[in-house]
């Protein structure tokens, strides 16, 4: 059974900075790139960043670059959102997403 279990999400002021994981089971994780999506009160779920198998390709939306950075430990089947600088635009329930689809998602509130 696939599964992605979210963690780390929180309440943060502005300028703060928190690390979201995602920890996966039920497939082969290092095969798959894995994508960080996020999703704002009255808005299209968004993707965030990307990050290819073995974590040789990065992607990030605009509005996260030079603030947010993807990484992986394919031994813990583990992926990784480090977030600095956040500000009040980036609250949003973060999910993270796999070859099957997202897991339950991580609530991050920016606000001061």
């Known amino acids: 059974q696939v599964q992605l279990v979210e963690s780390g999400g929180g309440l943060v002021q502005p300028g703060g900075s928190l690390r979201l994981s995602c920890v996966a089971s039920g497939f082969t994780f290092d095969i798959y790139t894995m994508t960080w999506d996020r999703q704002a009160p009255g808005k299209e779920r968004e993707l965030v960043a990307s990050i290819t198998s073995y974590g040789q390709i990065t992607n990030y939306a605009n509005s996260v670059k030079g603030r947010f950075t993807i990484s992986r430990d394919n031994a813990k089947n583990s992926v990784y959102l480090q977030m600095e600088n956040l500000k009040p635009e980036d609250t949003a329930v973060y999910y993270c997403?796999?070859?099957?689809?997202w897991g339950q998602g991580t609530q991050v509130t920016v606000s001061s």
């Open positions: 997403r796999g070859p099957r689809g």
